[in-house]
C-alpha cells in the first residue's frame, strides 16, 4: 500500500534522503527550483513540509557532517552552512549552463560528493560524472578537487554505490542503459566498465495508457543493505530491483507514471520513498495518478543503508 506525503507536489520531485538526525526526508524540485523537507513525525497532524526556493535549478544534494547541505547547481557545487542560508560556490564545472546542467548525485561513504550532469537538449553525449572531494588534509594541505570519473552520457543518473564500495553504478536514462564499474573506494578509480543492465527502447508511438508495454527509462536509484539495485523507471510506472549479478529479481508497481528516484528512511530504514514528476505530462496521465509530482512511501521487509554525509 502506498501512502502519498501531503503537501509534497513538486514539477519534478528528486534527490531524496532521509536525514537520520532530524528524522526529516530532504529532497528536490528541480525545475520548481526548490529544497524541500519534512518537519515533525510524517503522519501525524504536526508534520509539515517546508521549501526554500533557489535561483536556478538544484539537480542532487546531500547533508553534509558539519551541518547543512552540498548542493550542485547548474554551474556547479554549491556549500550551505544551514537551512535557507548562503549558497557558496565550491567548485565549478567547465560546461555550457545554456544546454548542460547537474543532475544526478549522492555522497559515497567516504564523504566525496558524487554529481553526474545531464544535455537538456539530448542531441549528444556529452554529459559526465564528477567526483568532488573536499575532505581536509592538516598534512598536505590538498585543496578541494572536482574530477570526472566517467563520460559519455546524455542524461547522467542511477548513481549509487554496492555497500562493500566495489561496485558504482551509473545509467543513462536517454540510452535505456545502467552501467557498472568495478570501483577502489580507498584510490577512487573505476575499471572495467560494462553494461549492467540495457532496457529496451521506448516503443515507436508510445504514449502513457498504451497498450503496447513499455517498462520505462533508468531514473535515479538507490542500494538496499543486501546490495540490491533499485531503480525508478520513468514512464514505467514502476521500481526495478536487481541482483547485484544483473538479475531483475523484483518490481513494484507504482500509483506514478514517472517516479525519478527511490530512498529507505525512518528509523529502521524500512520505509521506501519515491519521489515523482508531473511536469509536461498529458491531463488524462495526471488523473489517471493524481499522486503525480508528490512523494509516495510504503514499507519494506529490507532496510536501506543510512545517508553518506558530506565530509568537508
Known sequence: MWTTLEDSLCELGESPFWHP?????????????????TRGEIGTPSAR???????????CMAPARSGGLVIALRDGIYRAREWGGELVAMAR??????TMRFNDGKCDALGRFWAGSLNEAK????????????????DTGAAPTLTQMANESTTGNGLAFSPDARTLYWADTAAHVVRAW???????????????HQFQAKPKGWTPGSPVRYEGRPDGATVDAEGHYWVAMFEGAQLLRFAPSGEIVGSVT?????????????DDLKTLFVTSGRKG??????ERY?????????RVDTPGLPVNFFED
Open 21 to 37: 538526525h532530524e528524522r526529516a526526508l530532504y529532497w528536490l524540485d528541480i525545475p520548481g527550483r526548490a529544497v524541500l523537507r
Open 49 to 59: 513540509v517546508e521549501r526554500w526556493g533557489l535561483a536556478t535549478e538544484p539537480g
Open 93 to 98: 564545472v567547465e560546461h555550457d549552463v545554456r
Open 123 to 138: 542531441d549528444r553525449a556529452n554529459a559526465a560524472l564528477y567526483c568532488f572531494d573536499a575532505r581536509t588534509d592538516t
Open 182 to 196: 568495478d570501483w577502489d573506494a580507498e584510490a577512487n578509480s573505476l575499471s572495467h566498465a560494462r553494461v549492467f
Open 254 to 266: 507504482l500509483p506514478v507514471q514517472c517516479p525519478t528516484m527511490p530512498c529507505f528512511g525512518g
Open 281 to 286: 505530462r498529458p491531463a488524462a496521465e495526471i
Open 290 to 298: 493524481p499522486a503525480s509530482g508528490a512523494v509516495i512511501s510504503t
